[in-house]
């Protein structure tokens, strides 16, 4: 089982506040957190407000600035540090990880057509020639992610949220990256969308050879489509393992915590249990 | 005798784009001292409904004449004929209070909880400042507020996420309203918190016997406090009656189609089943069934694509919006 | 800070401090074209201050990351979405300021730091008024009051119907 991504004790801090003498206080989102991230793999990162998931998820994506610590990718044929990538470095590491957000309407501009939208990645990187090459991806990328060609030339705000998630995970995969960080990207959509969505990230992942790093706080969803996951507690991770070992057998008292507080839908019963 | 009847209640809003129908011909009652849990997704029309019966929708809401809102008691109440706003004082937070999804929104940031507390205690009692001052720190402490003495005199910024639902449900409370209507209160908390306020509301349903209009769209929390279940779609009730057999037996396609999206923990190998299609924009509401065309068991051509089916009793106390000879 | 600073200080005194200093054989072109300089550097802070606060929170948003984490660089960023998104705050603030910029020069004209006679404006015209014959007398000296005011609206309405057109997605559009 070889390592996507491996992350080797990272801590993430964030000033709070400023001061006009001295440093001032700093929170620790992440804290000396280790992981891997196994190649081909949809693995979950599960935990509460405050736990740190998104933090971590951002840092690996070197969206926030690293404290201390290593993270590397090495996805077999092109490997580097992230911490200490130079310009050029990072130009391939956008081209080949991407993240799909939360909230379906502020992760996309408002006045771009989704046409532009799905293409911007590829224009910034350079990786098409001409217009007409761009225009084909683009088709492409929308037609695996069921996005009718004929809605590519309106704007977000014509779409529903299960419409604009879509949107979003083209635009990740349009330049053919190995690795997504999904952060909390089925959180804001109804329940009958959500599933549709996680069906459409699961055959993405099959058909396009994805590794997925799953972020979210909803530990039902995380159960039934991750195949690793690692439970985060205010900055730590206290718990990981193959999903259903995890559920079957929940060691940290957290982890049980969290299992326990799921509602059942058996009024007869107080929280799910998993057999 | 039931607490509150609402009969035909349909209502409209007003918009540049034309008149959008949010709620169509709802009826439901709730008894004293139930719960009647109300799941929709969004677009379902449940707290367009909810805020009906608090008259707080906006000014370009348009009700339609048949609809009919009663709080039963002595006298009966009819909410619409309320002419002015001053009537429905006695009522808002009186006889009927509400919780939000957003409690940050619901208590005013410049002034302190207690202060709020104690202001509304003064509106709807003859309480002086001191008692309601005495009664609002009881309720603080009896939602689970550690301190509440301290807490009293804090603004809501400086209480956790989980602290200021708990406070907001006191602030309901202290009047003893016959009706609590909560709207998402669950939605924005995170789970172990969530699983705690569940908690706290079923104790409080134990000791104070008000009736509860619980609102959400997840099917997990109603099934922990409801009694009674009705499913909402599109501004329209599909399935309604005793959440056991509402939820083990579902009768209508779209509460079906619902309980199989959820992701199942008993078989982690089972692939999620959505509904098929997206909840249509209310400017193209669907003639007949409002489902039907997300309704993957109807066969093209069917009766539920220009009729509207009747709500058929389909078990004791529990109907669905099927036709008759589809009844299983 | 910078804003700020420019914000305090005050337009008249340093108008009339201007006045005292501008020789009075200055041609009307030559003192219309040095108060409006000034008023230019007085007024840019609060546009300056306005488009800051929007572009803060648009630099903060969702898609400006997804494009970040596309590879893009600050410039991109800056042409391709923060630009656009501030053009109507440009394009109102271009319009409406129109009238202030006539007002300011009404005002100063009325007190006599702006142009004279036998030049011909607004302010000008205002000033003939401040007499108490001509207010007891000649009410209609008050007449280019009511063209100010038209002026203005005018200004003010053409400004919202631009701004509308051109970011028909902002938040205060109705």
Known sequence: MTSLVSVENLTVTFPLGQRLFGAPPTLRAVKNVSLQIPKGSFFGLVGESGSGKTTLGRAILKATPIEDGKITYDDGSWKCSIAEMSKAQERHFRSQTQMIFQDPYAALSPRMTVRDIIAEPLEVLGLTKTREETDARVREIAGKCRINLEHLRRYPHAFSGGQRQRISIARALATGPKFVVADECVAALDVSIQADILNLLKKLQHTLDLTFLFISHDLSVVAHVCDYVAVMYLGEIVEEGPTKQIFANPKHSYTQALLGAIPSLDPDQRSRVVR | ?328 | MITDAVRTVPAIPLFMAVAAFMPPEMTAEARFFYISLILGLIGWPTLARRVRTHLLTERNQEYILAAQLSGATSSHVIRRHLLPSFTSYIIVDLVISFPYMVLSETALSFIGLGLKDPVSSLGVLLQKATSADVMLNYQWYFIPVIFFVVLVMAFVFVGDGLRDAADPYSETAS
């Open chain 2, 1 to 328: 005798m039931s607490l509150l009847s609402v009969d035909n209640l349909t209502i409209q809003f007003r918009t540049d784009e034309g008149l959008i129908t949010a709620v169509e011909n709802v009826s439901f009652d709730i008894q004293p001292g139930e719960v009647l849990g109300l799941a929709g997704e969004s677009g379902s029309g449940k707290s367009v409904t909810a805020k009906a019966i608090m008259q707080l929708n906006g000014h370009n809401t348009v009700y339609d004449p048949a609809s009919k809102i009663v709080l039963h008691g002595d006298p009966d109440i009819d909410v619409f004929s309320l002419r002015r706003e001053r009537d429905m004082l006695p009522i808002r937070g009186g006889a009927i209070s509400m919780i939000f999804q957003e409690p940050m929104a619901s208590f005013a940031p410049a002034i302190t909880v207690g202060k709020q507390m104690v202001e509304q205690l003064q509106v709807h009692t003859t309480m002086s400042k001191s008692q309601a001052k005495e009664l609002s720190v009881e309720m603080l402490d009896r939602v689970g507020i550690t301190d509440p003495g301290r807490r009293f005199d804090q603004y809501v910024f400086e209480y956790s996420g989980g602290m200021r639902q708990r406070a907001m449900i006191a602030m309901a409370l202290t009047t003893k309203p016959r009706l609590l209507i909560a709207d998402e209160p669950t939605t924005a908390l995170d789970v172990t918190i969530q699983r705690q306020v569940i908690d706290l509301m079923k104790e409080l349903i134990d000791d104070f016997g008000m009736s509860i209009l619980f609102i959400t769209h997840d099917l997990g929390v109603i099934a922990q406090t409801a009694d009674q279940l009705a499913v909402m779609y599109l501004g329209r009730i599909m399935e309604r009656g005793p959440v056991r057999n509402v939820l083990r037996n579902p009768a209508h396609a779209y509460t079906r189609g619902l309980l199989n999206a959820l992701p199942n923990l008993e078989d982690l190998d089972a692939p999620l089943m959505p509904i098929p299609g997206d909840i249509p924009s209310p400017l193209e509401r669907p003639s007949g069934c409002v489902f039907h065309p997300r309704n993957a068991e109807l066969a093209p051509g069917s009766r539920y694509e220009t009729e509207v089916p009747p709500m058929t009793e389909v078990g004791p106390s529990h109907f669905a919006a099927v036709f008759p000879e589809d009844v299983r």
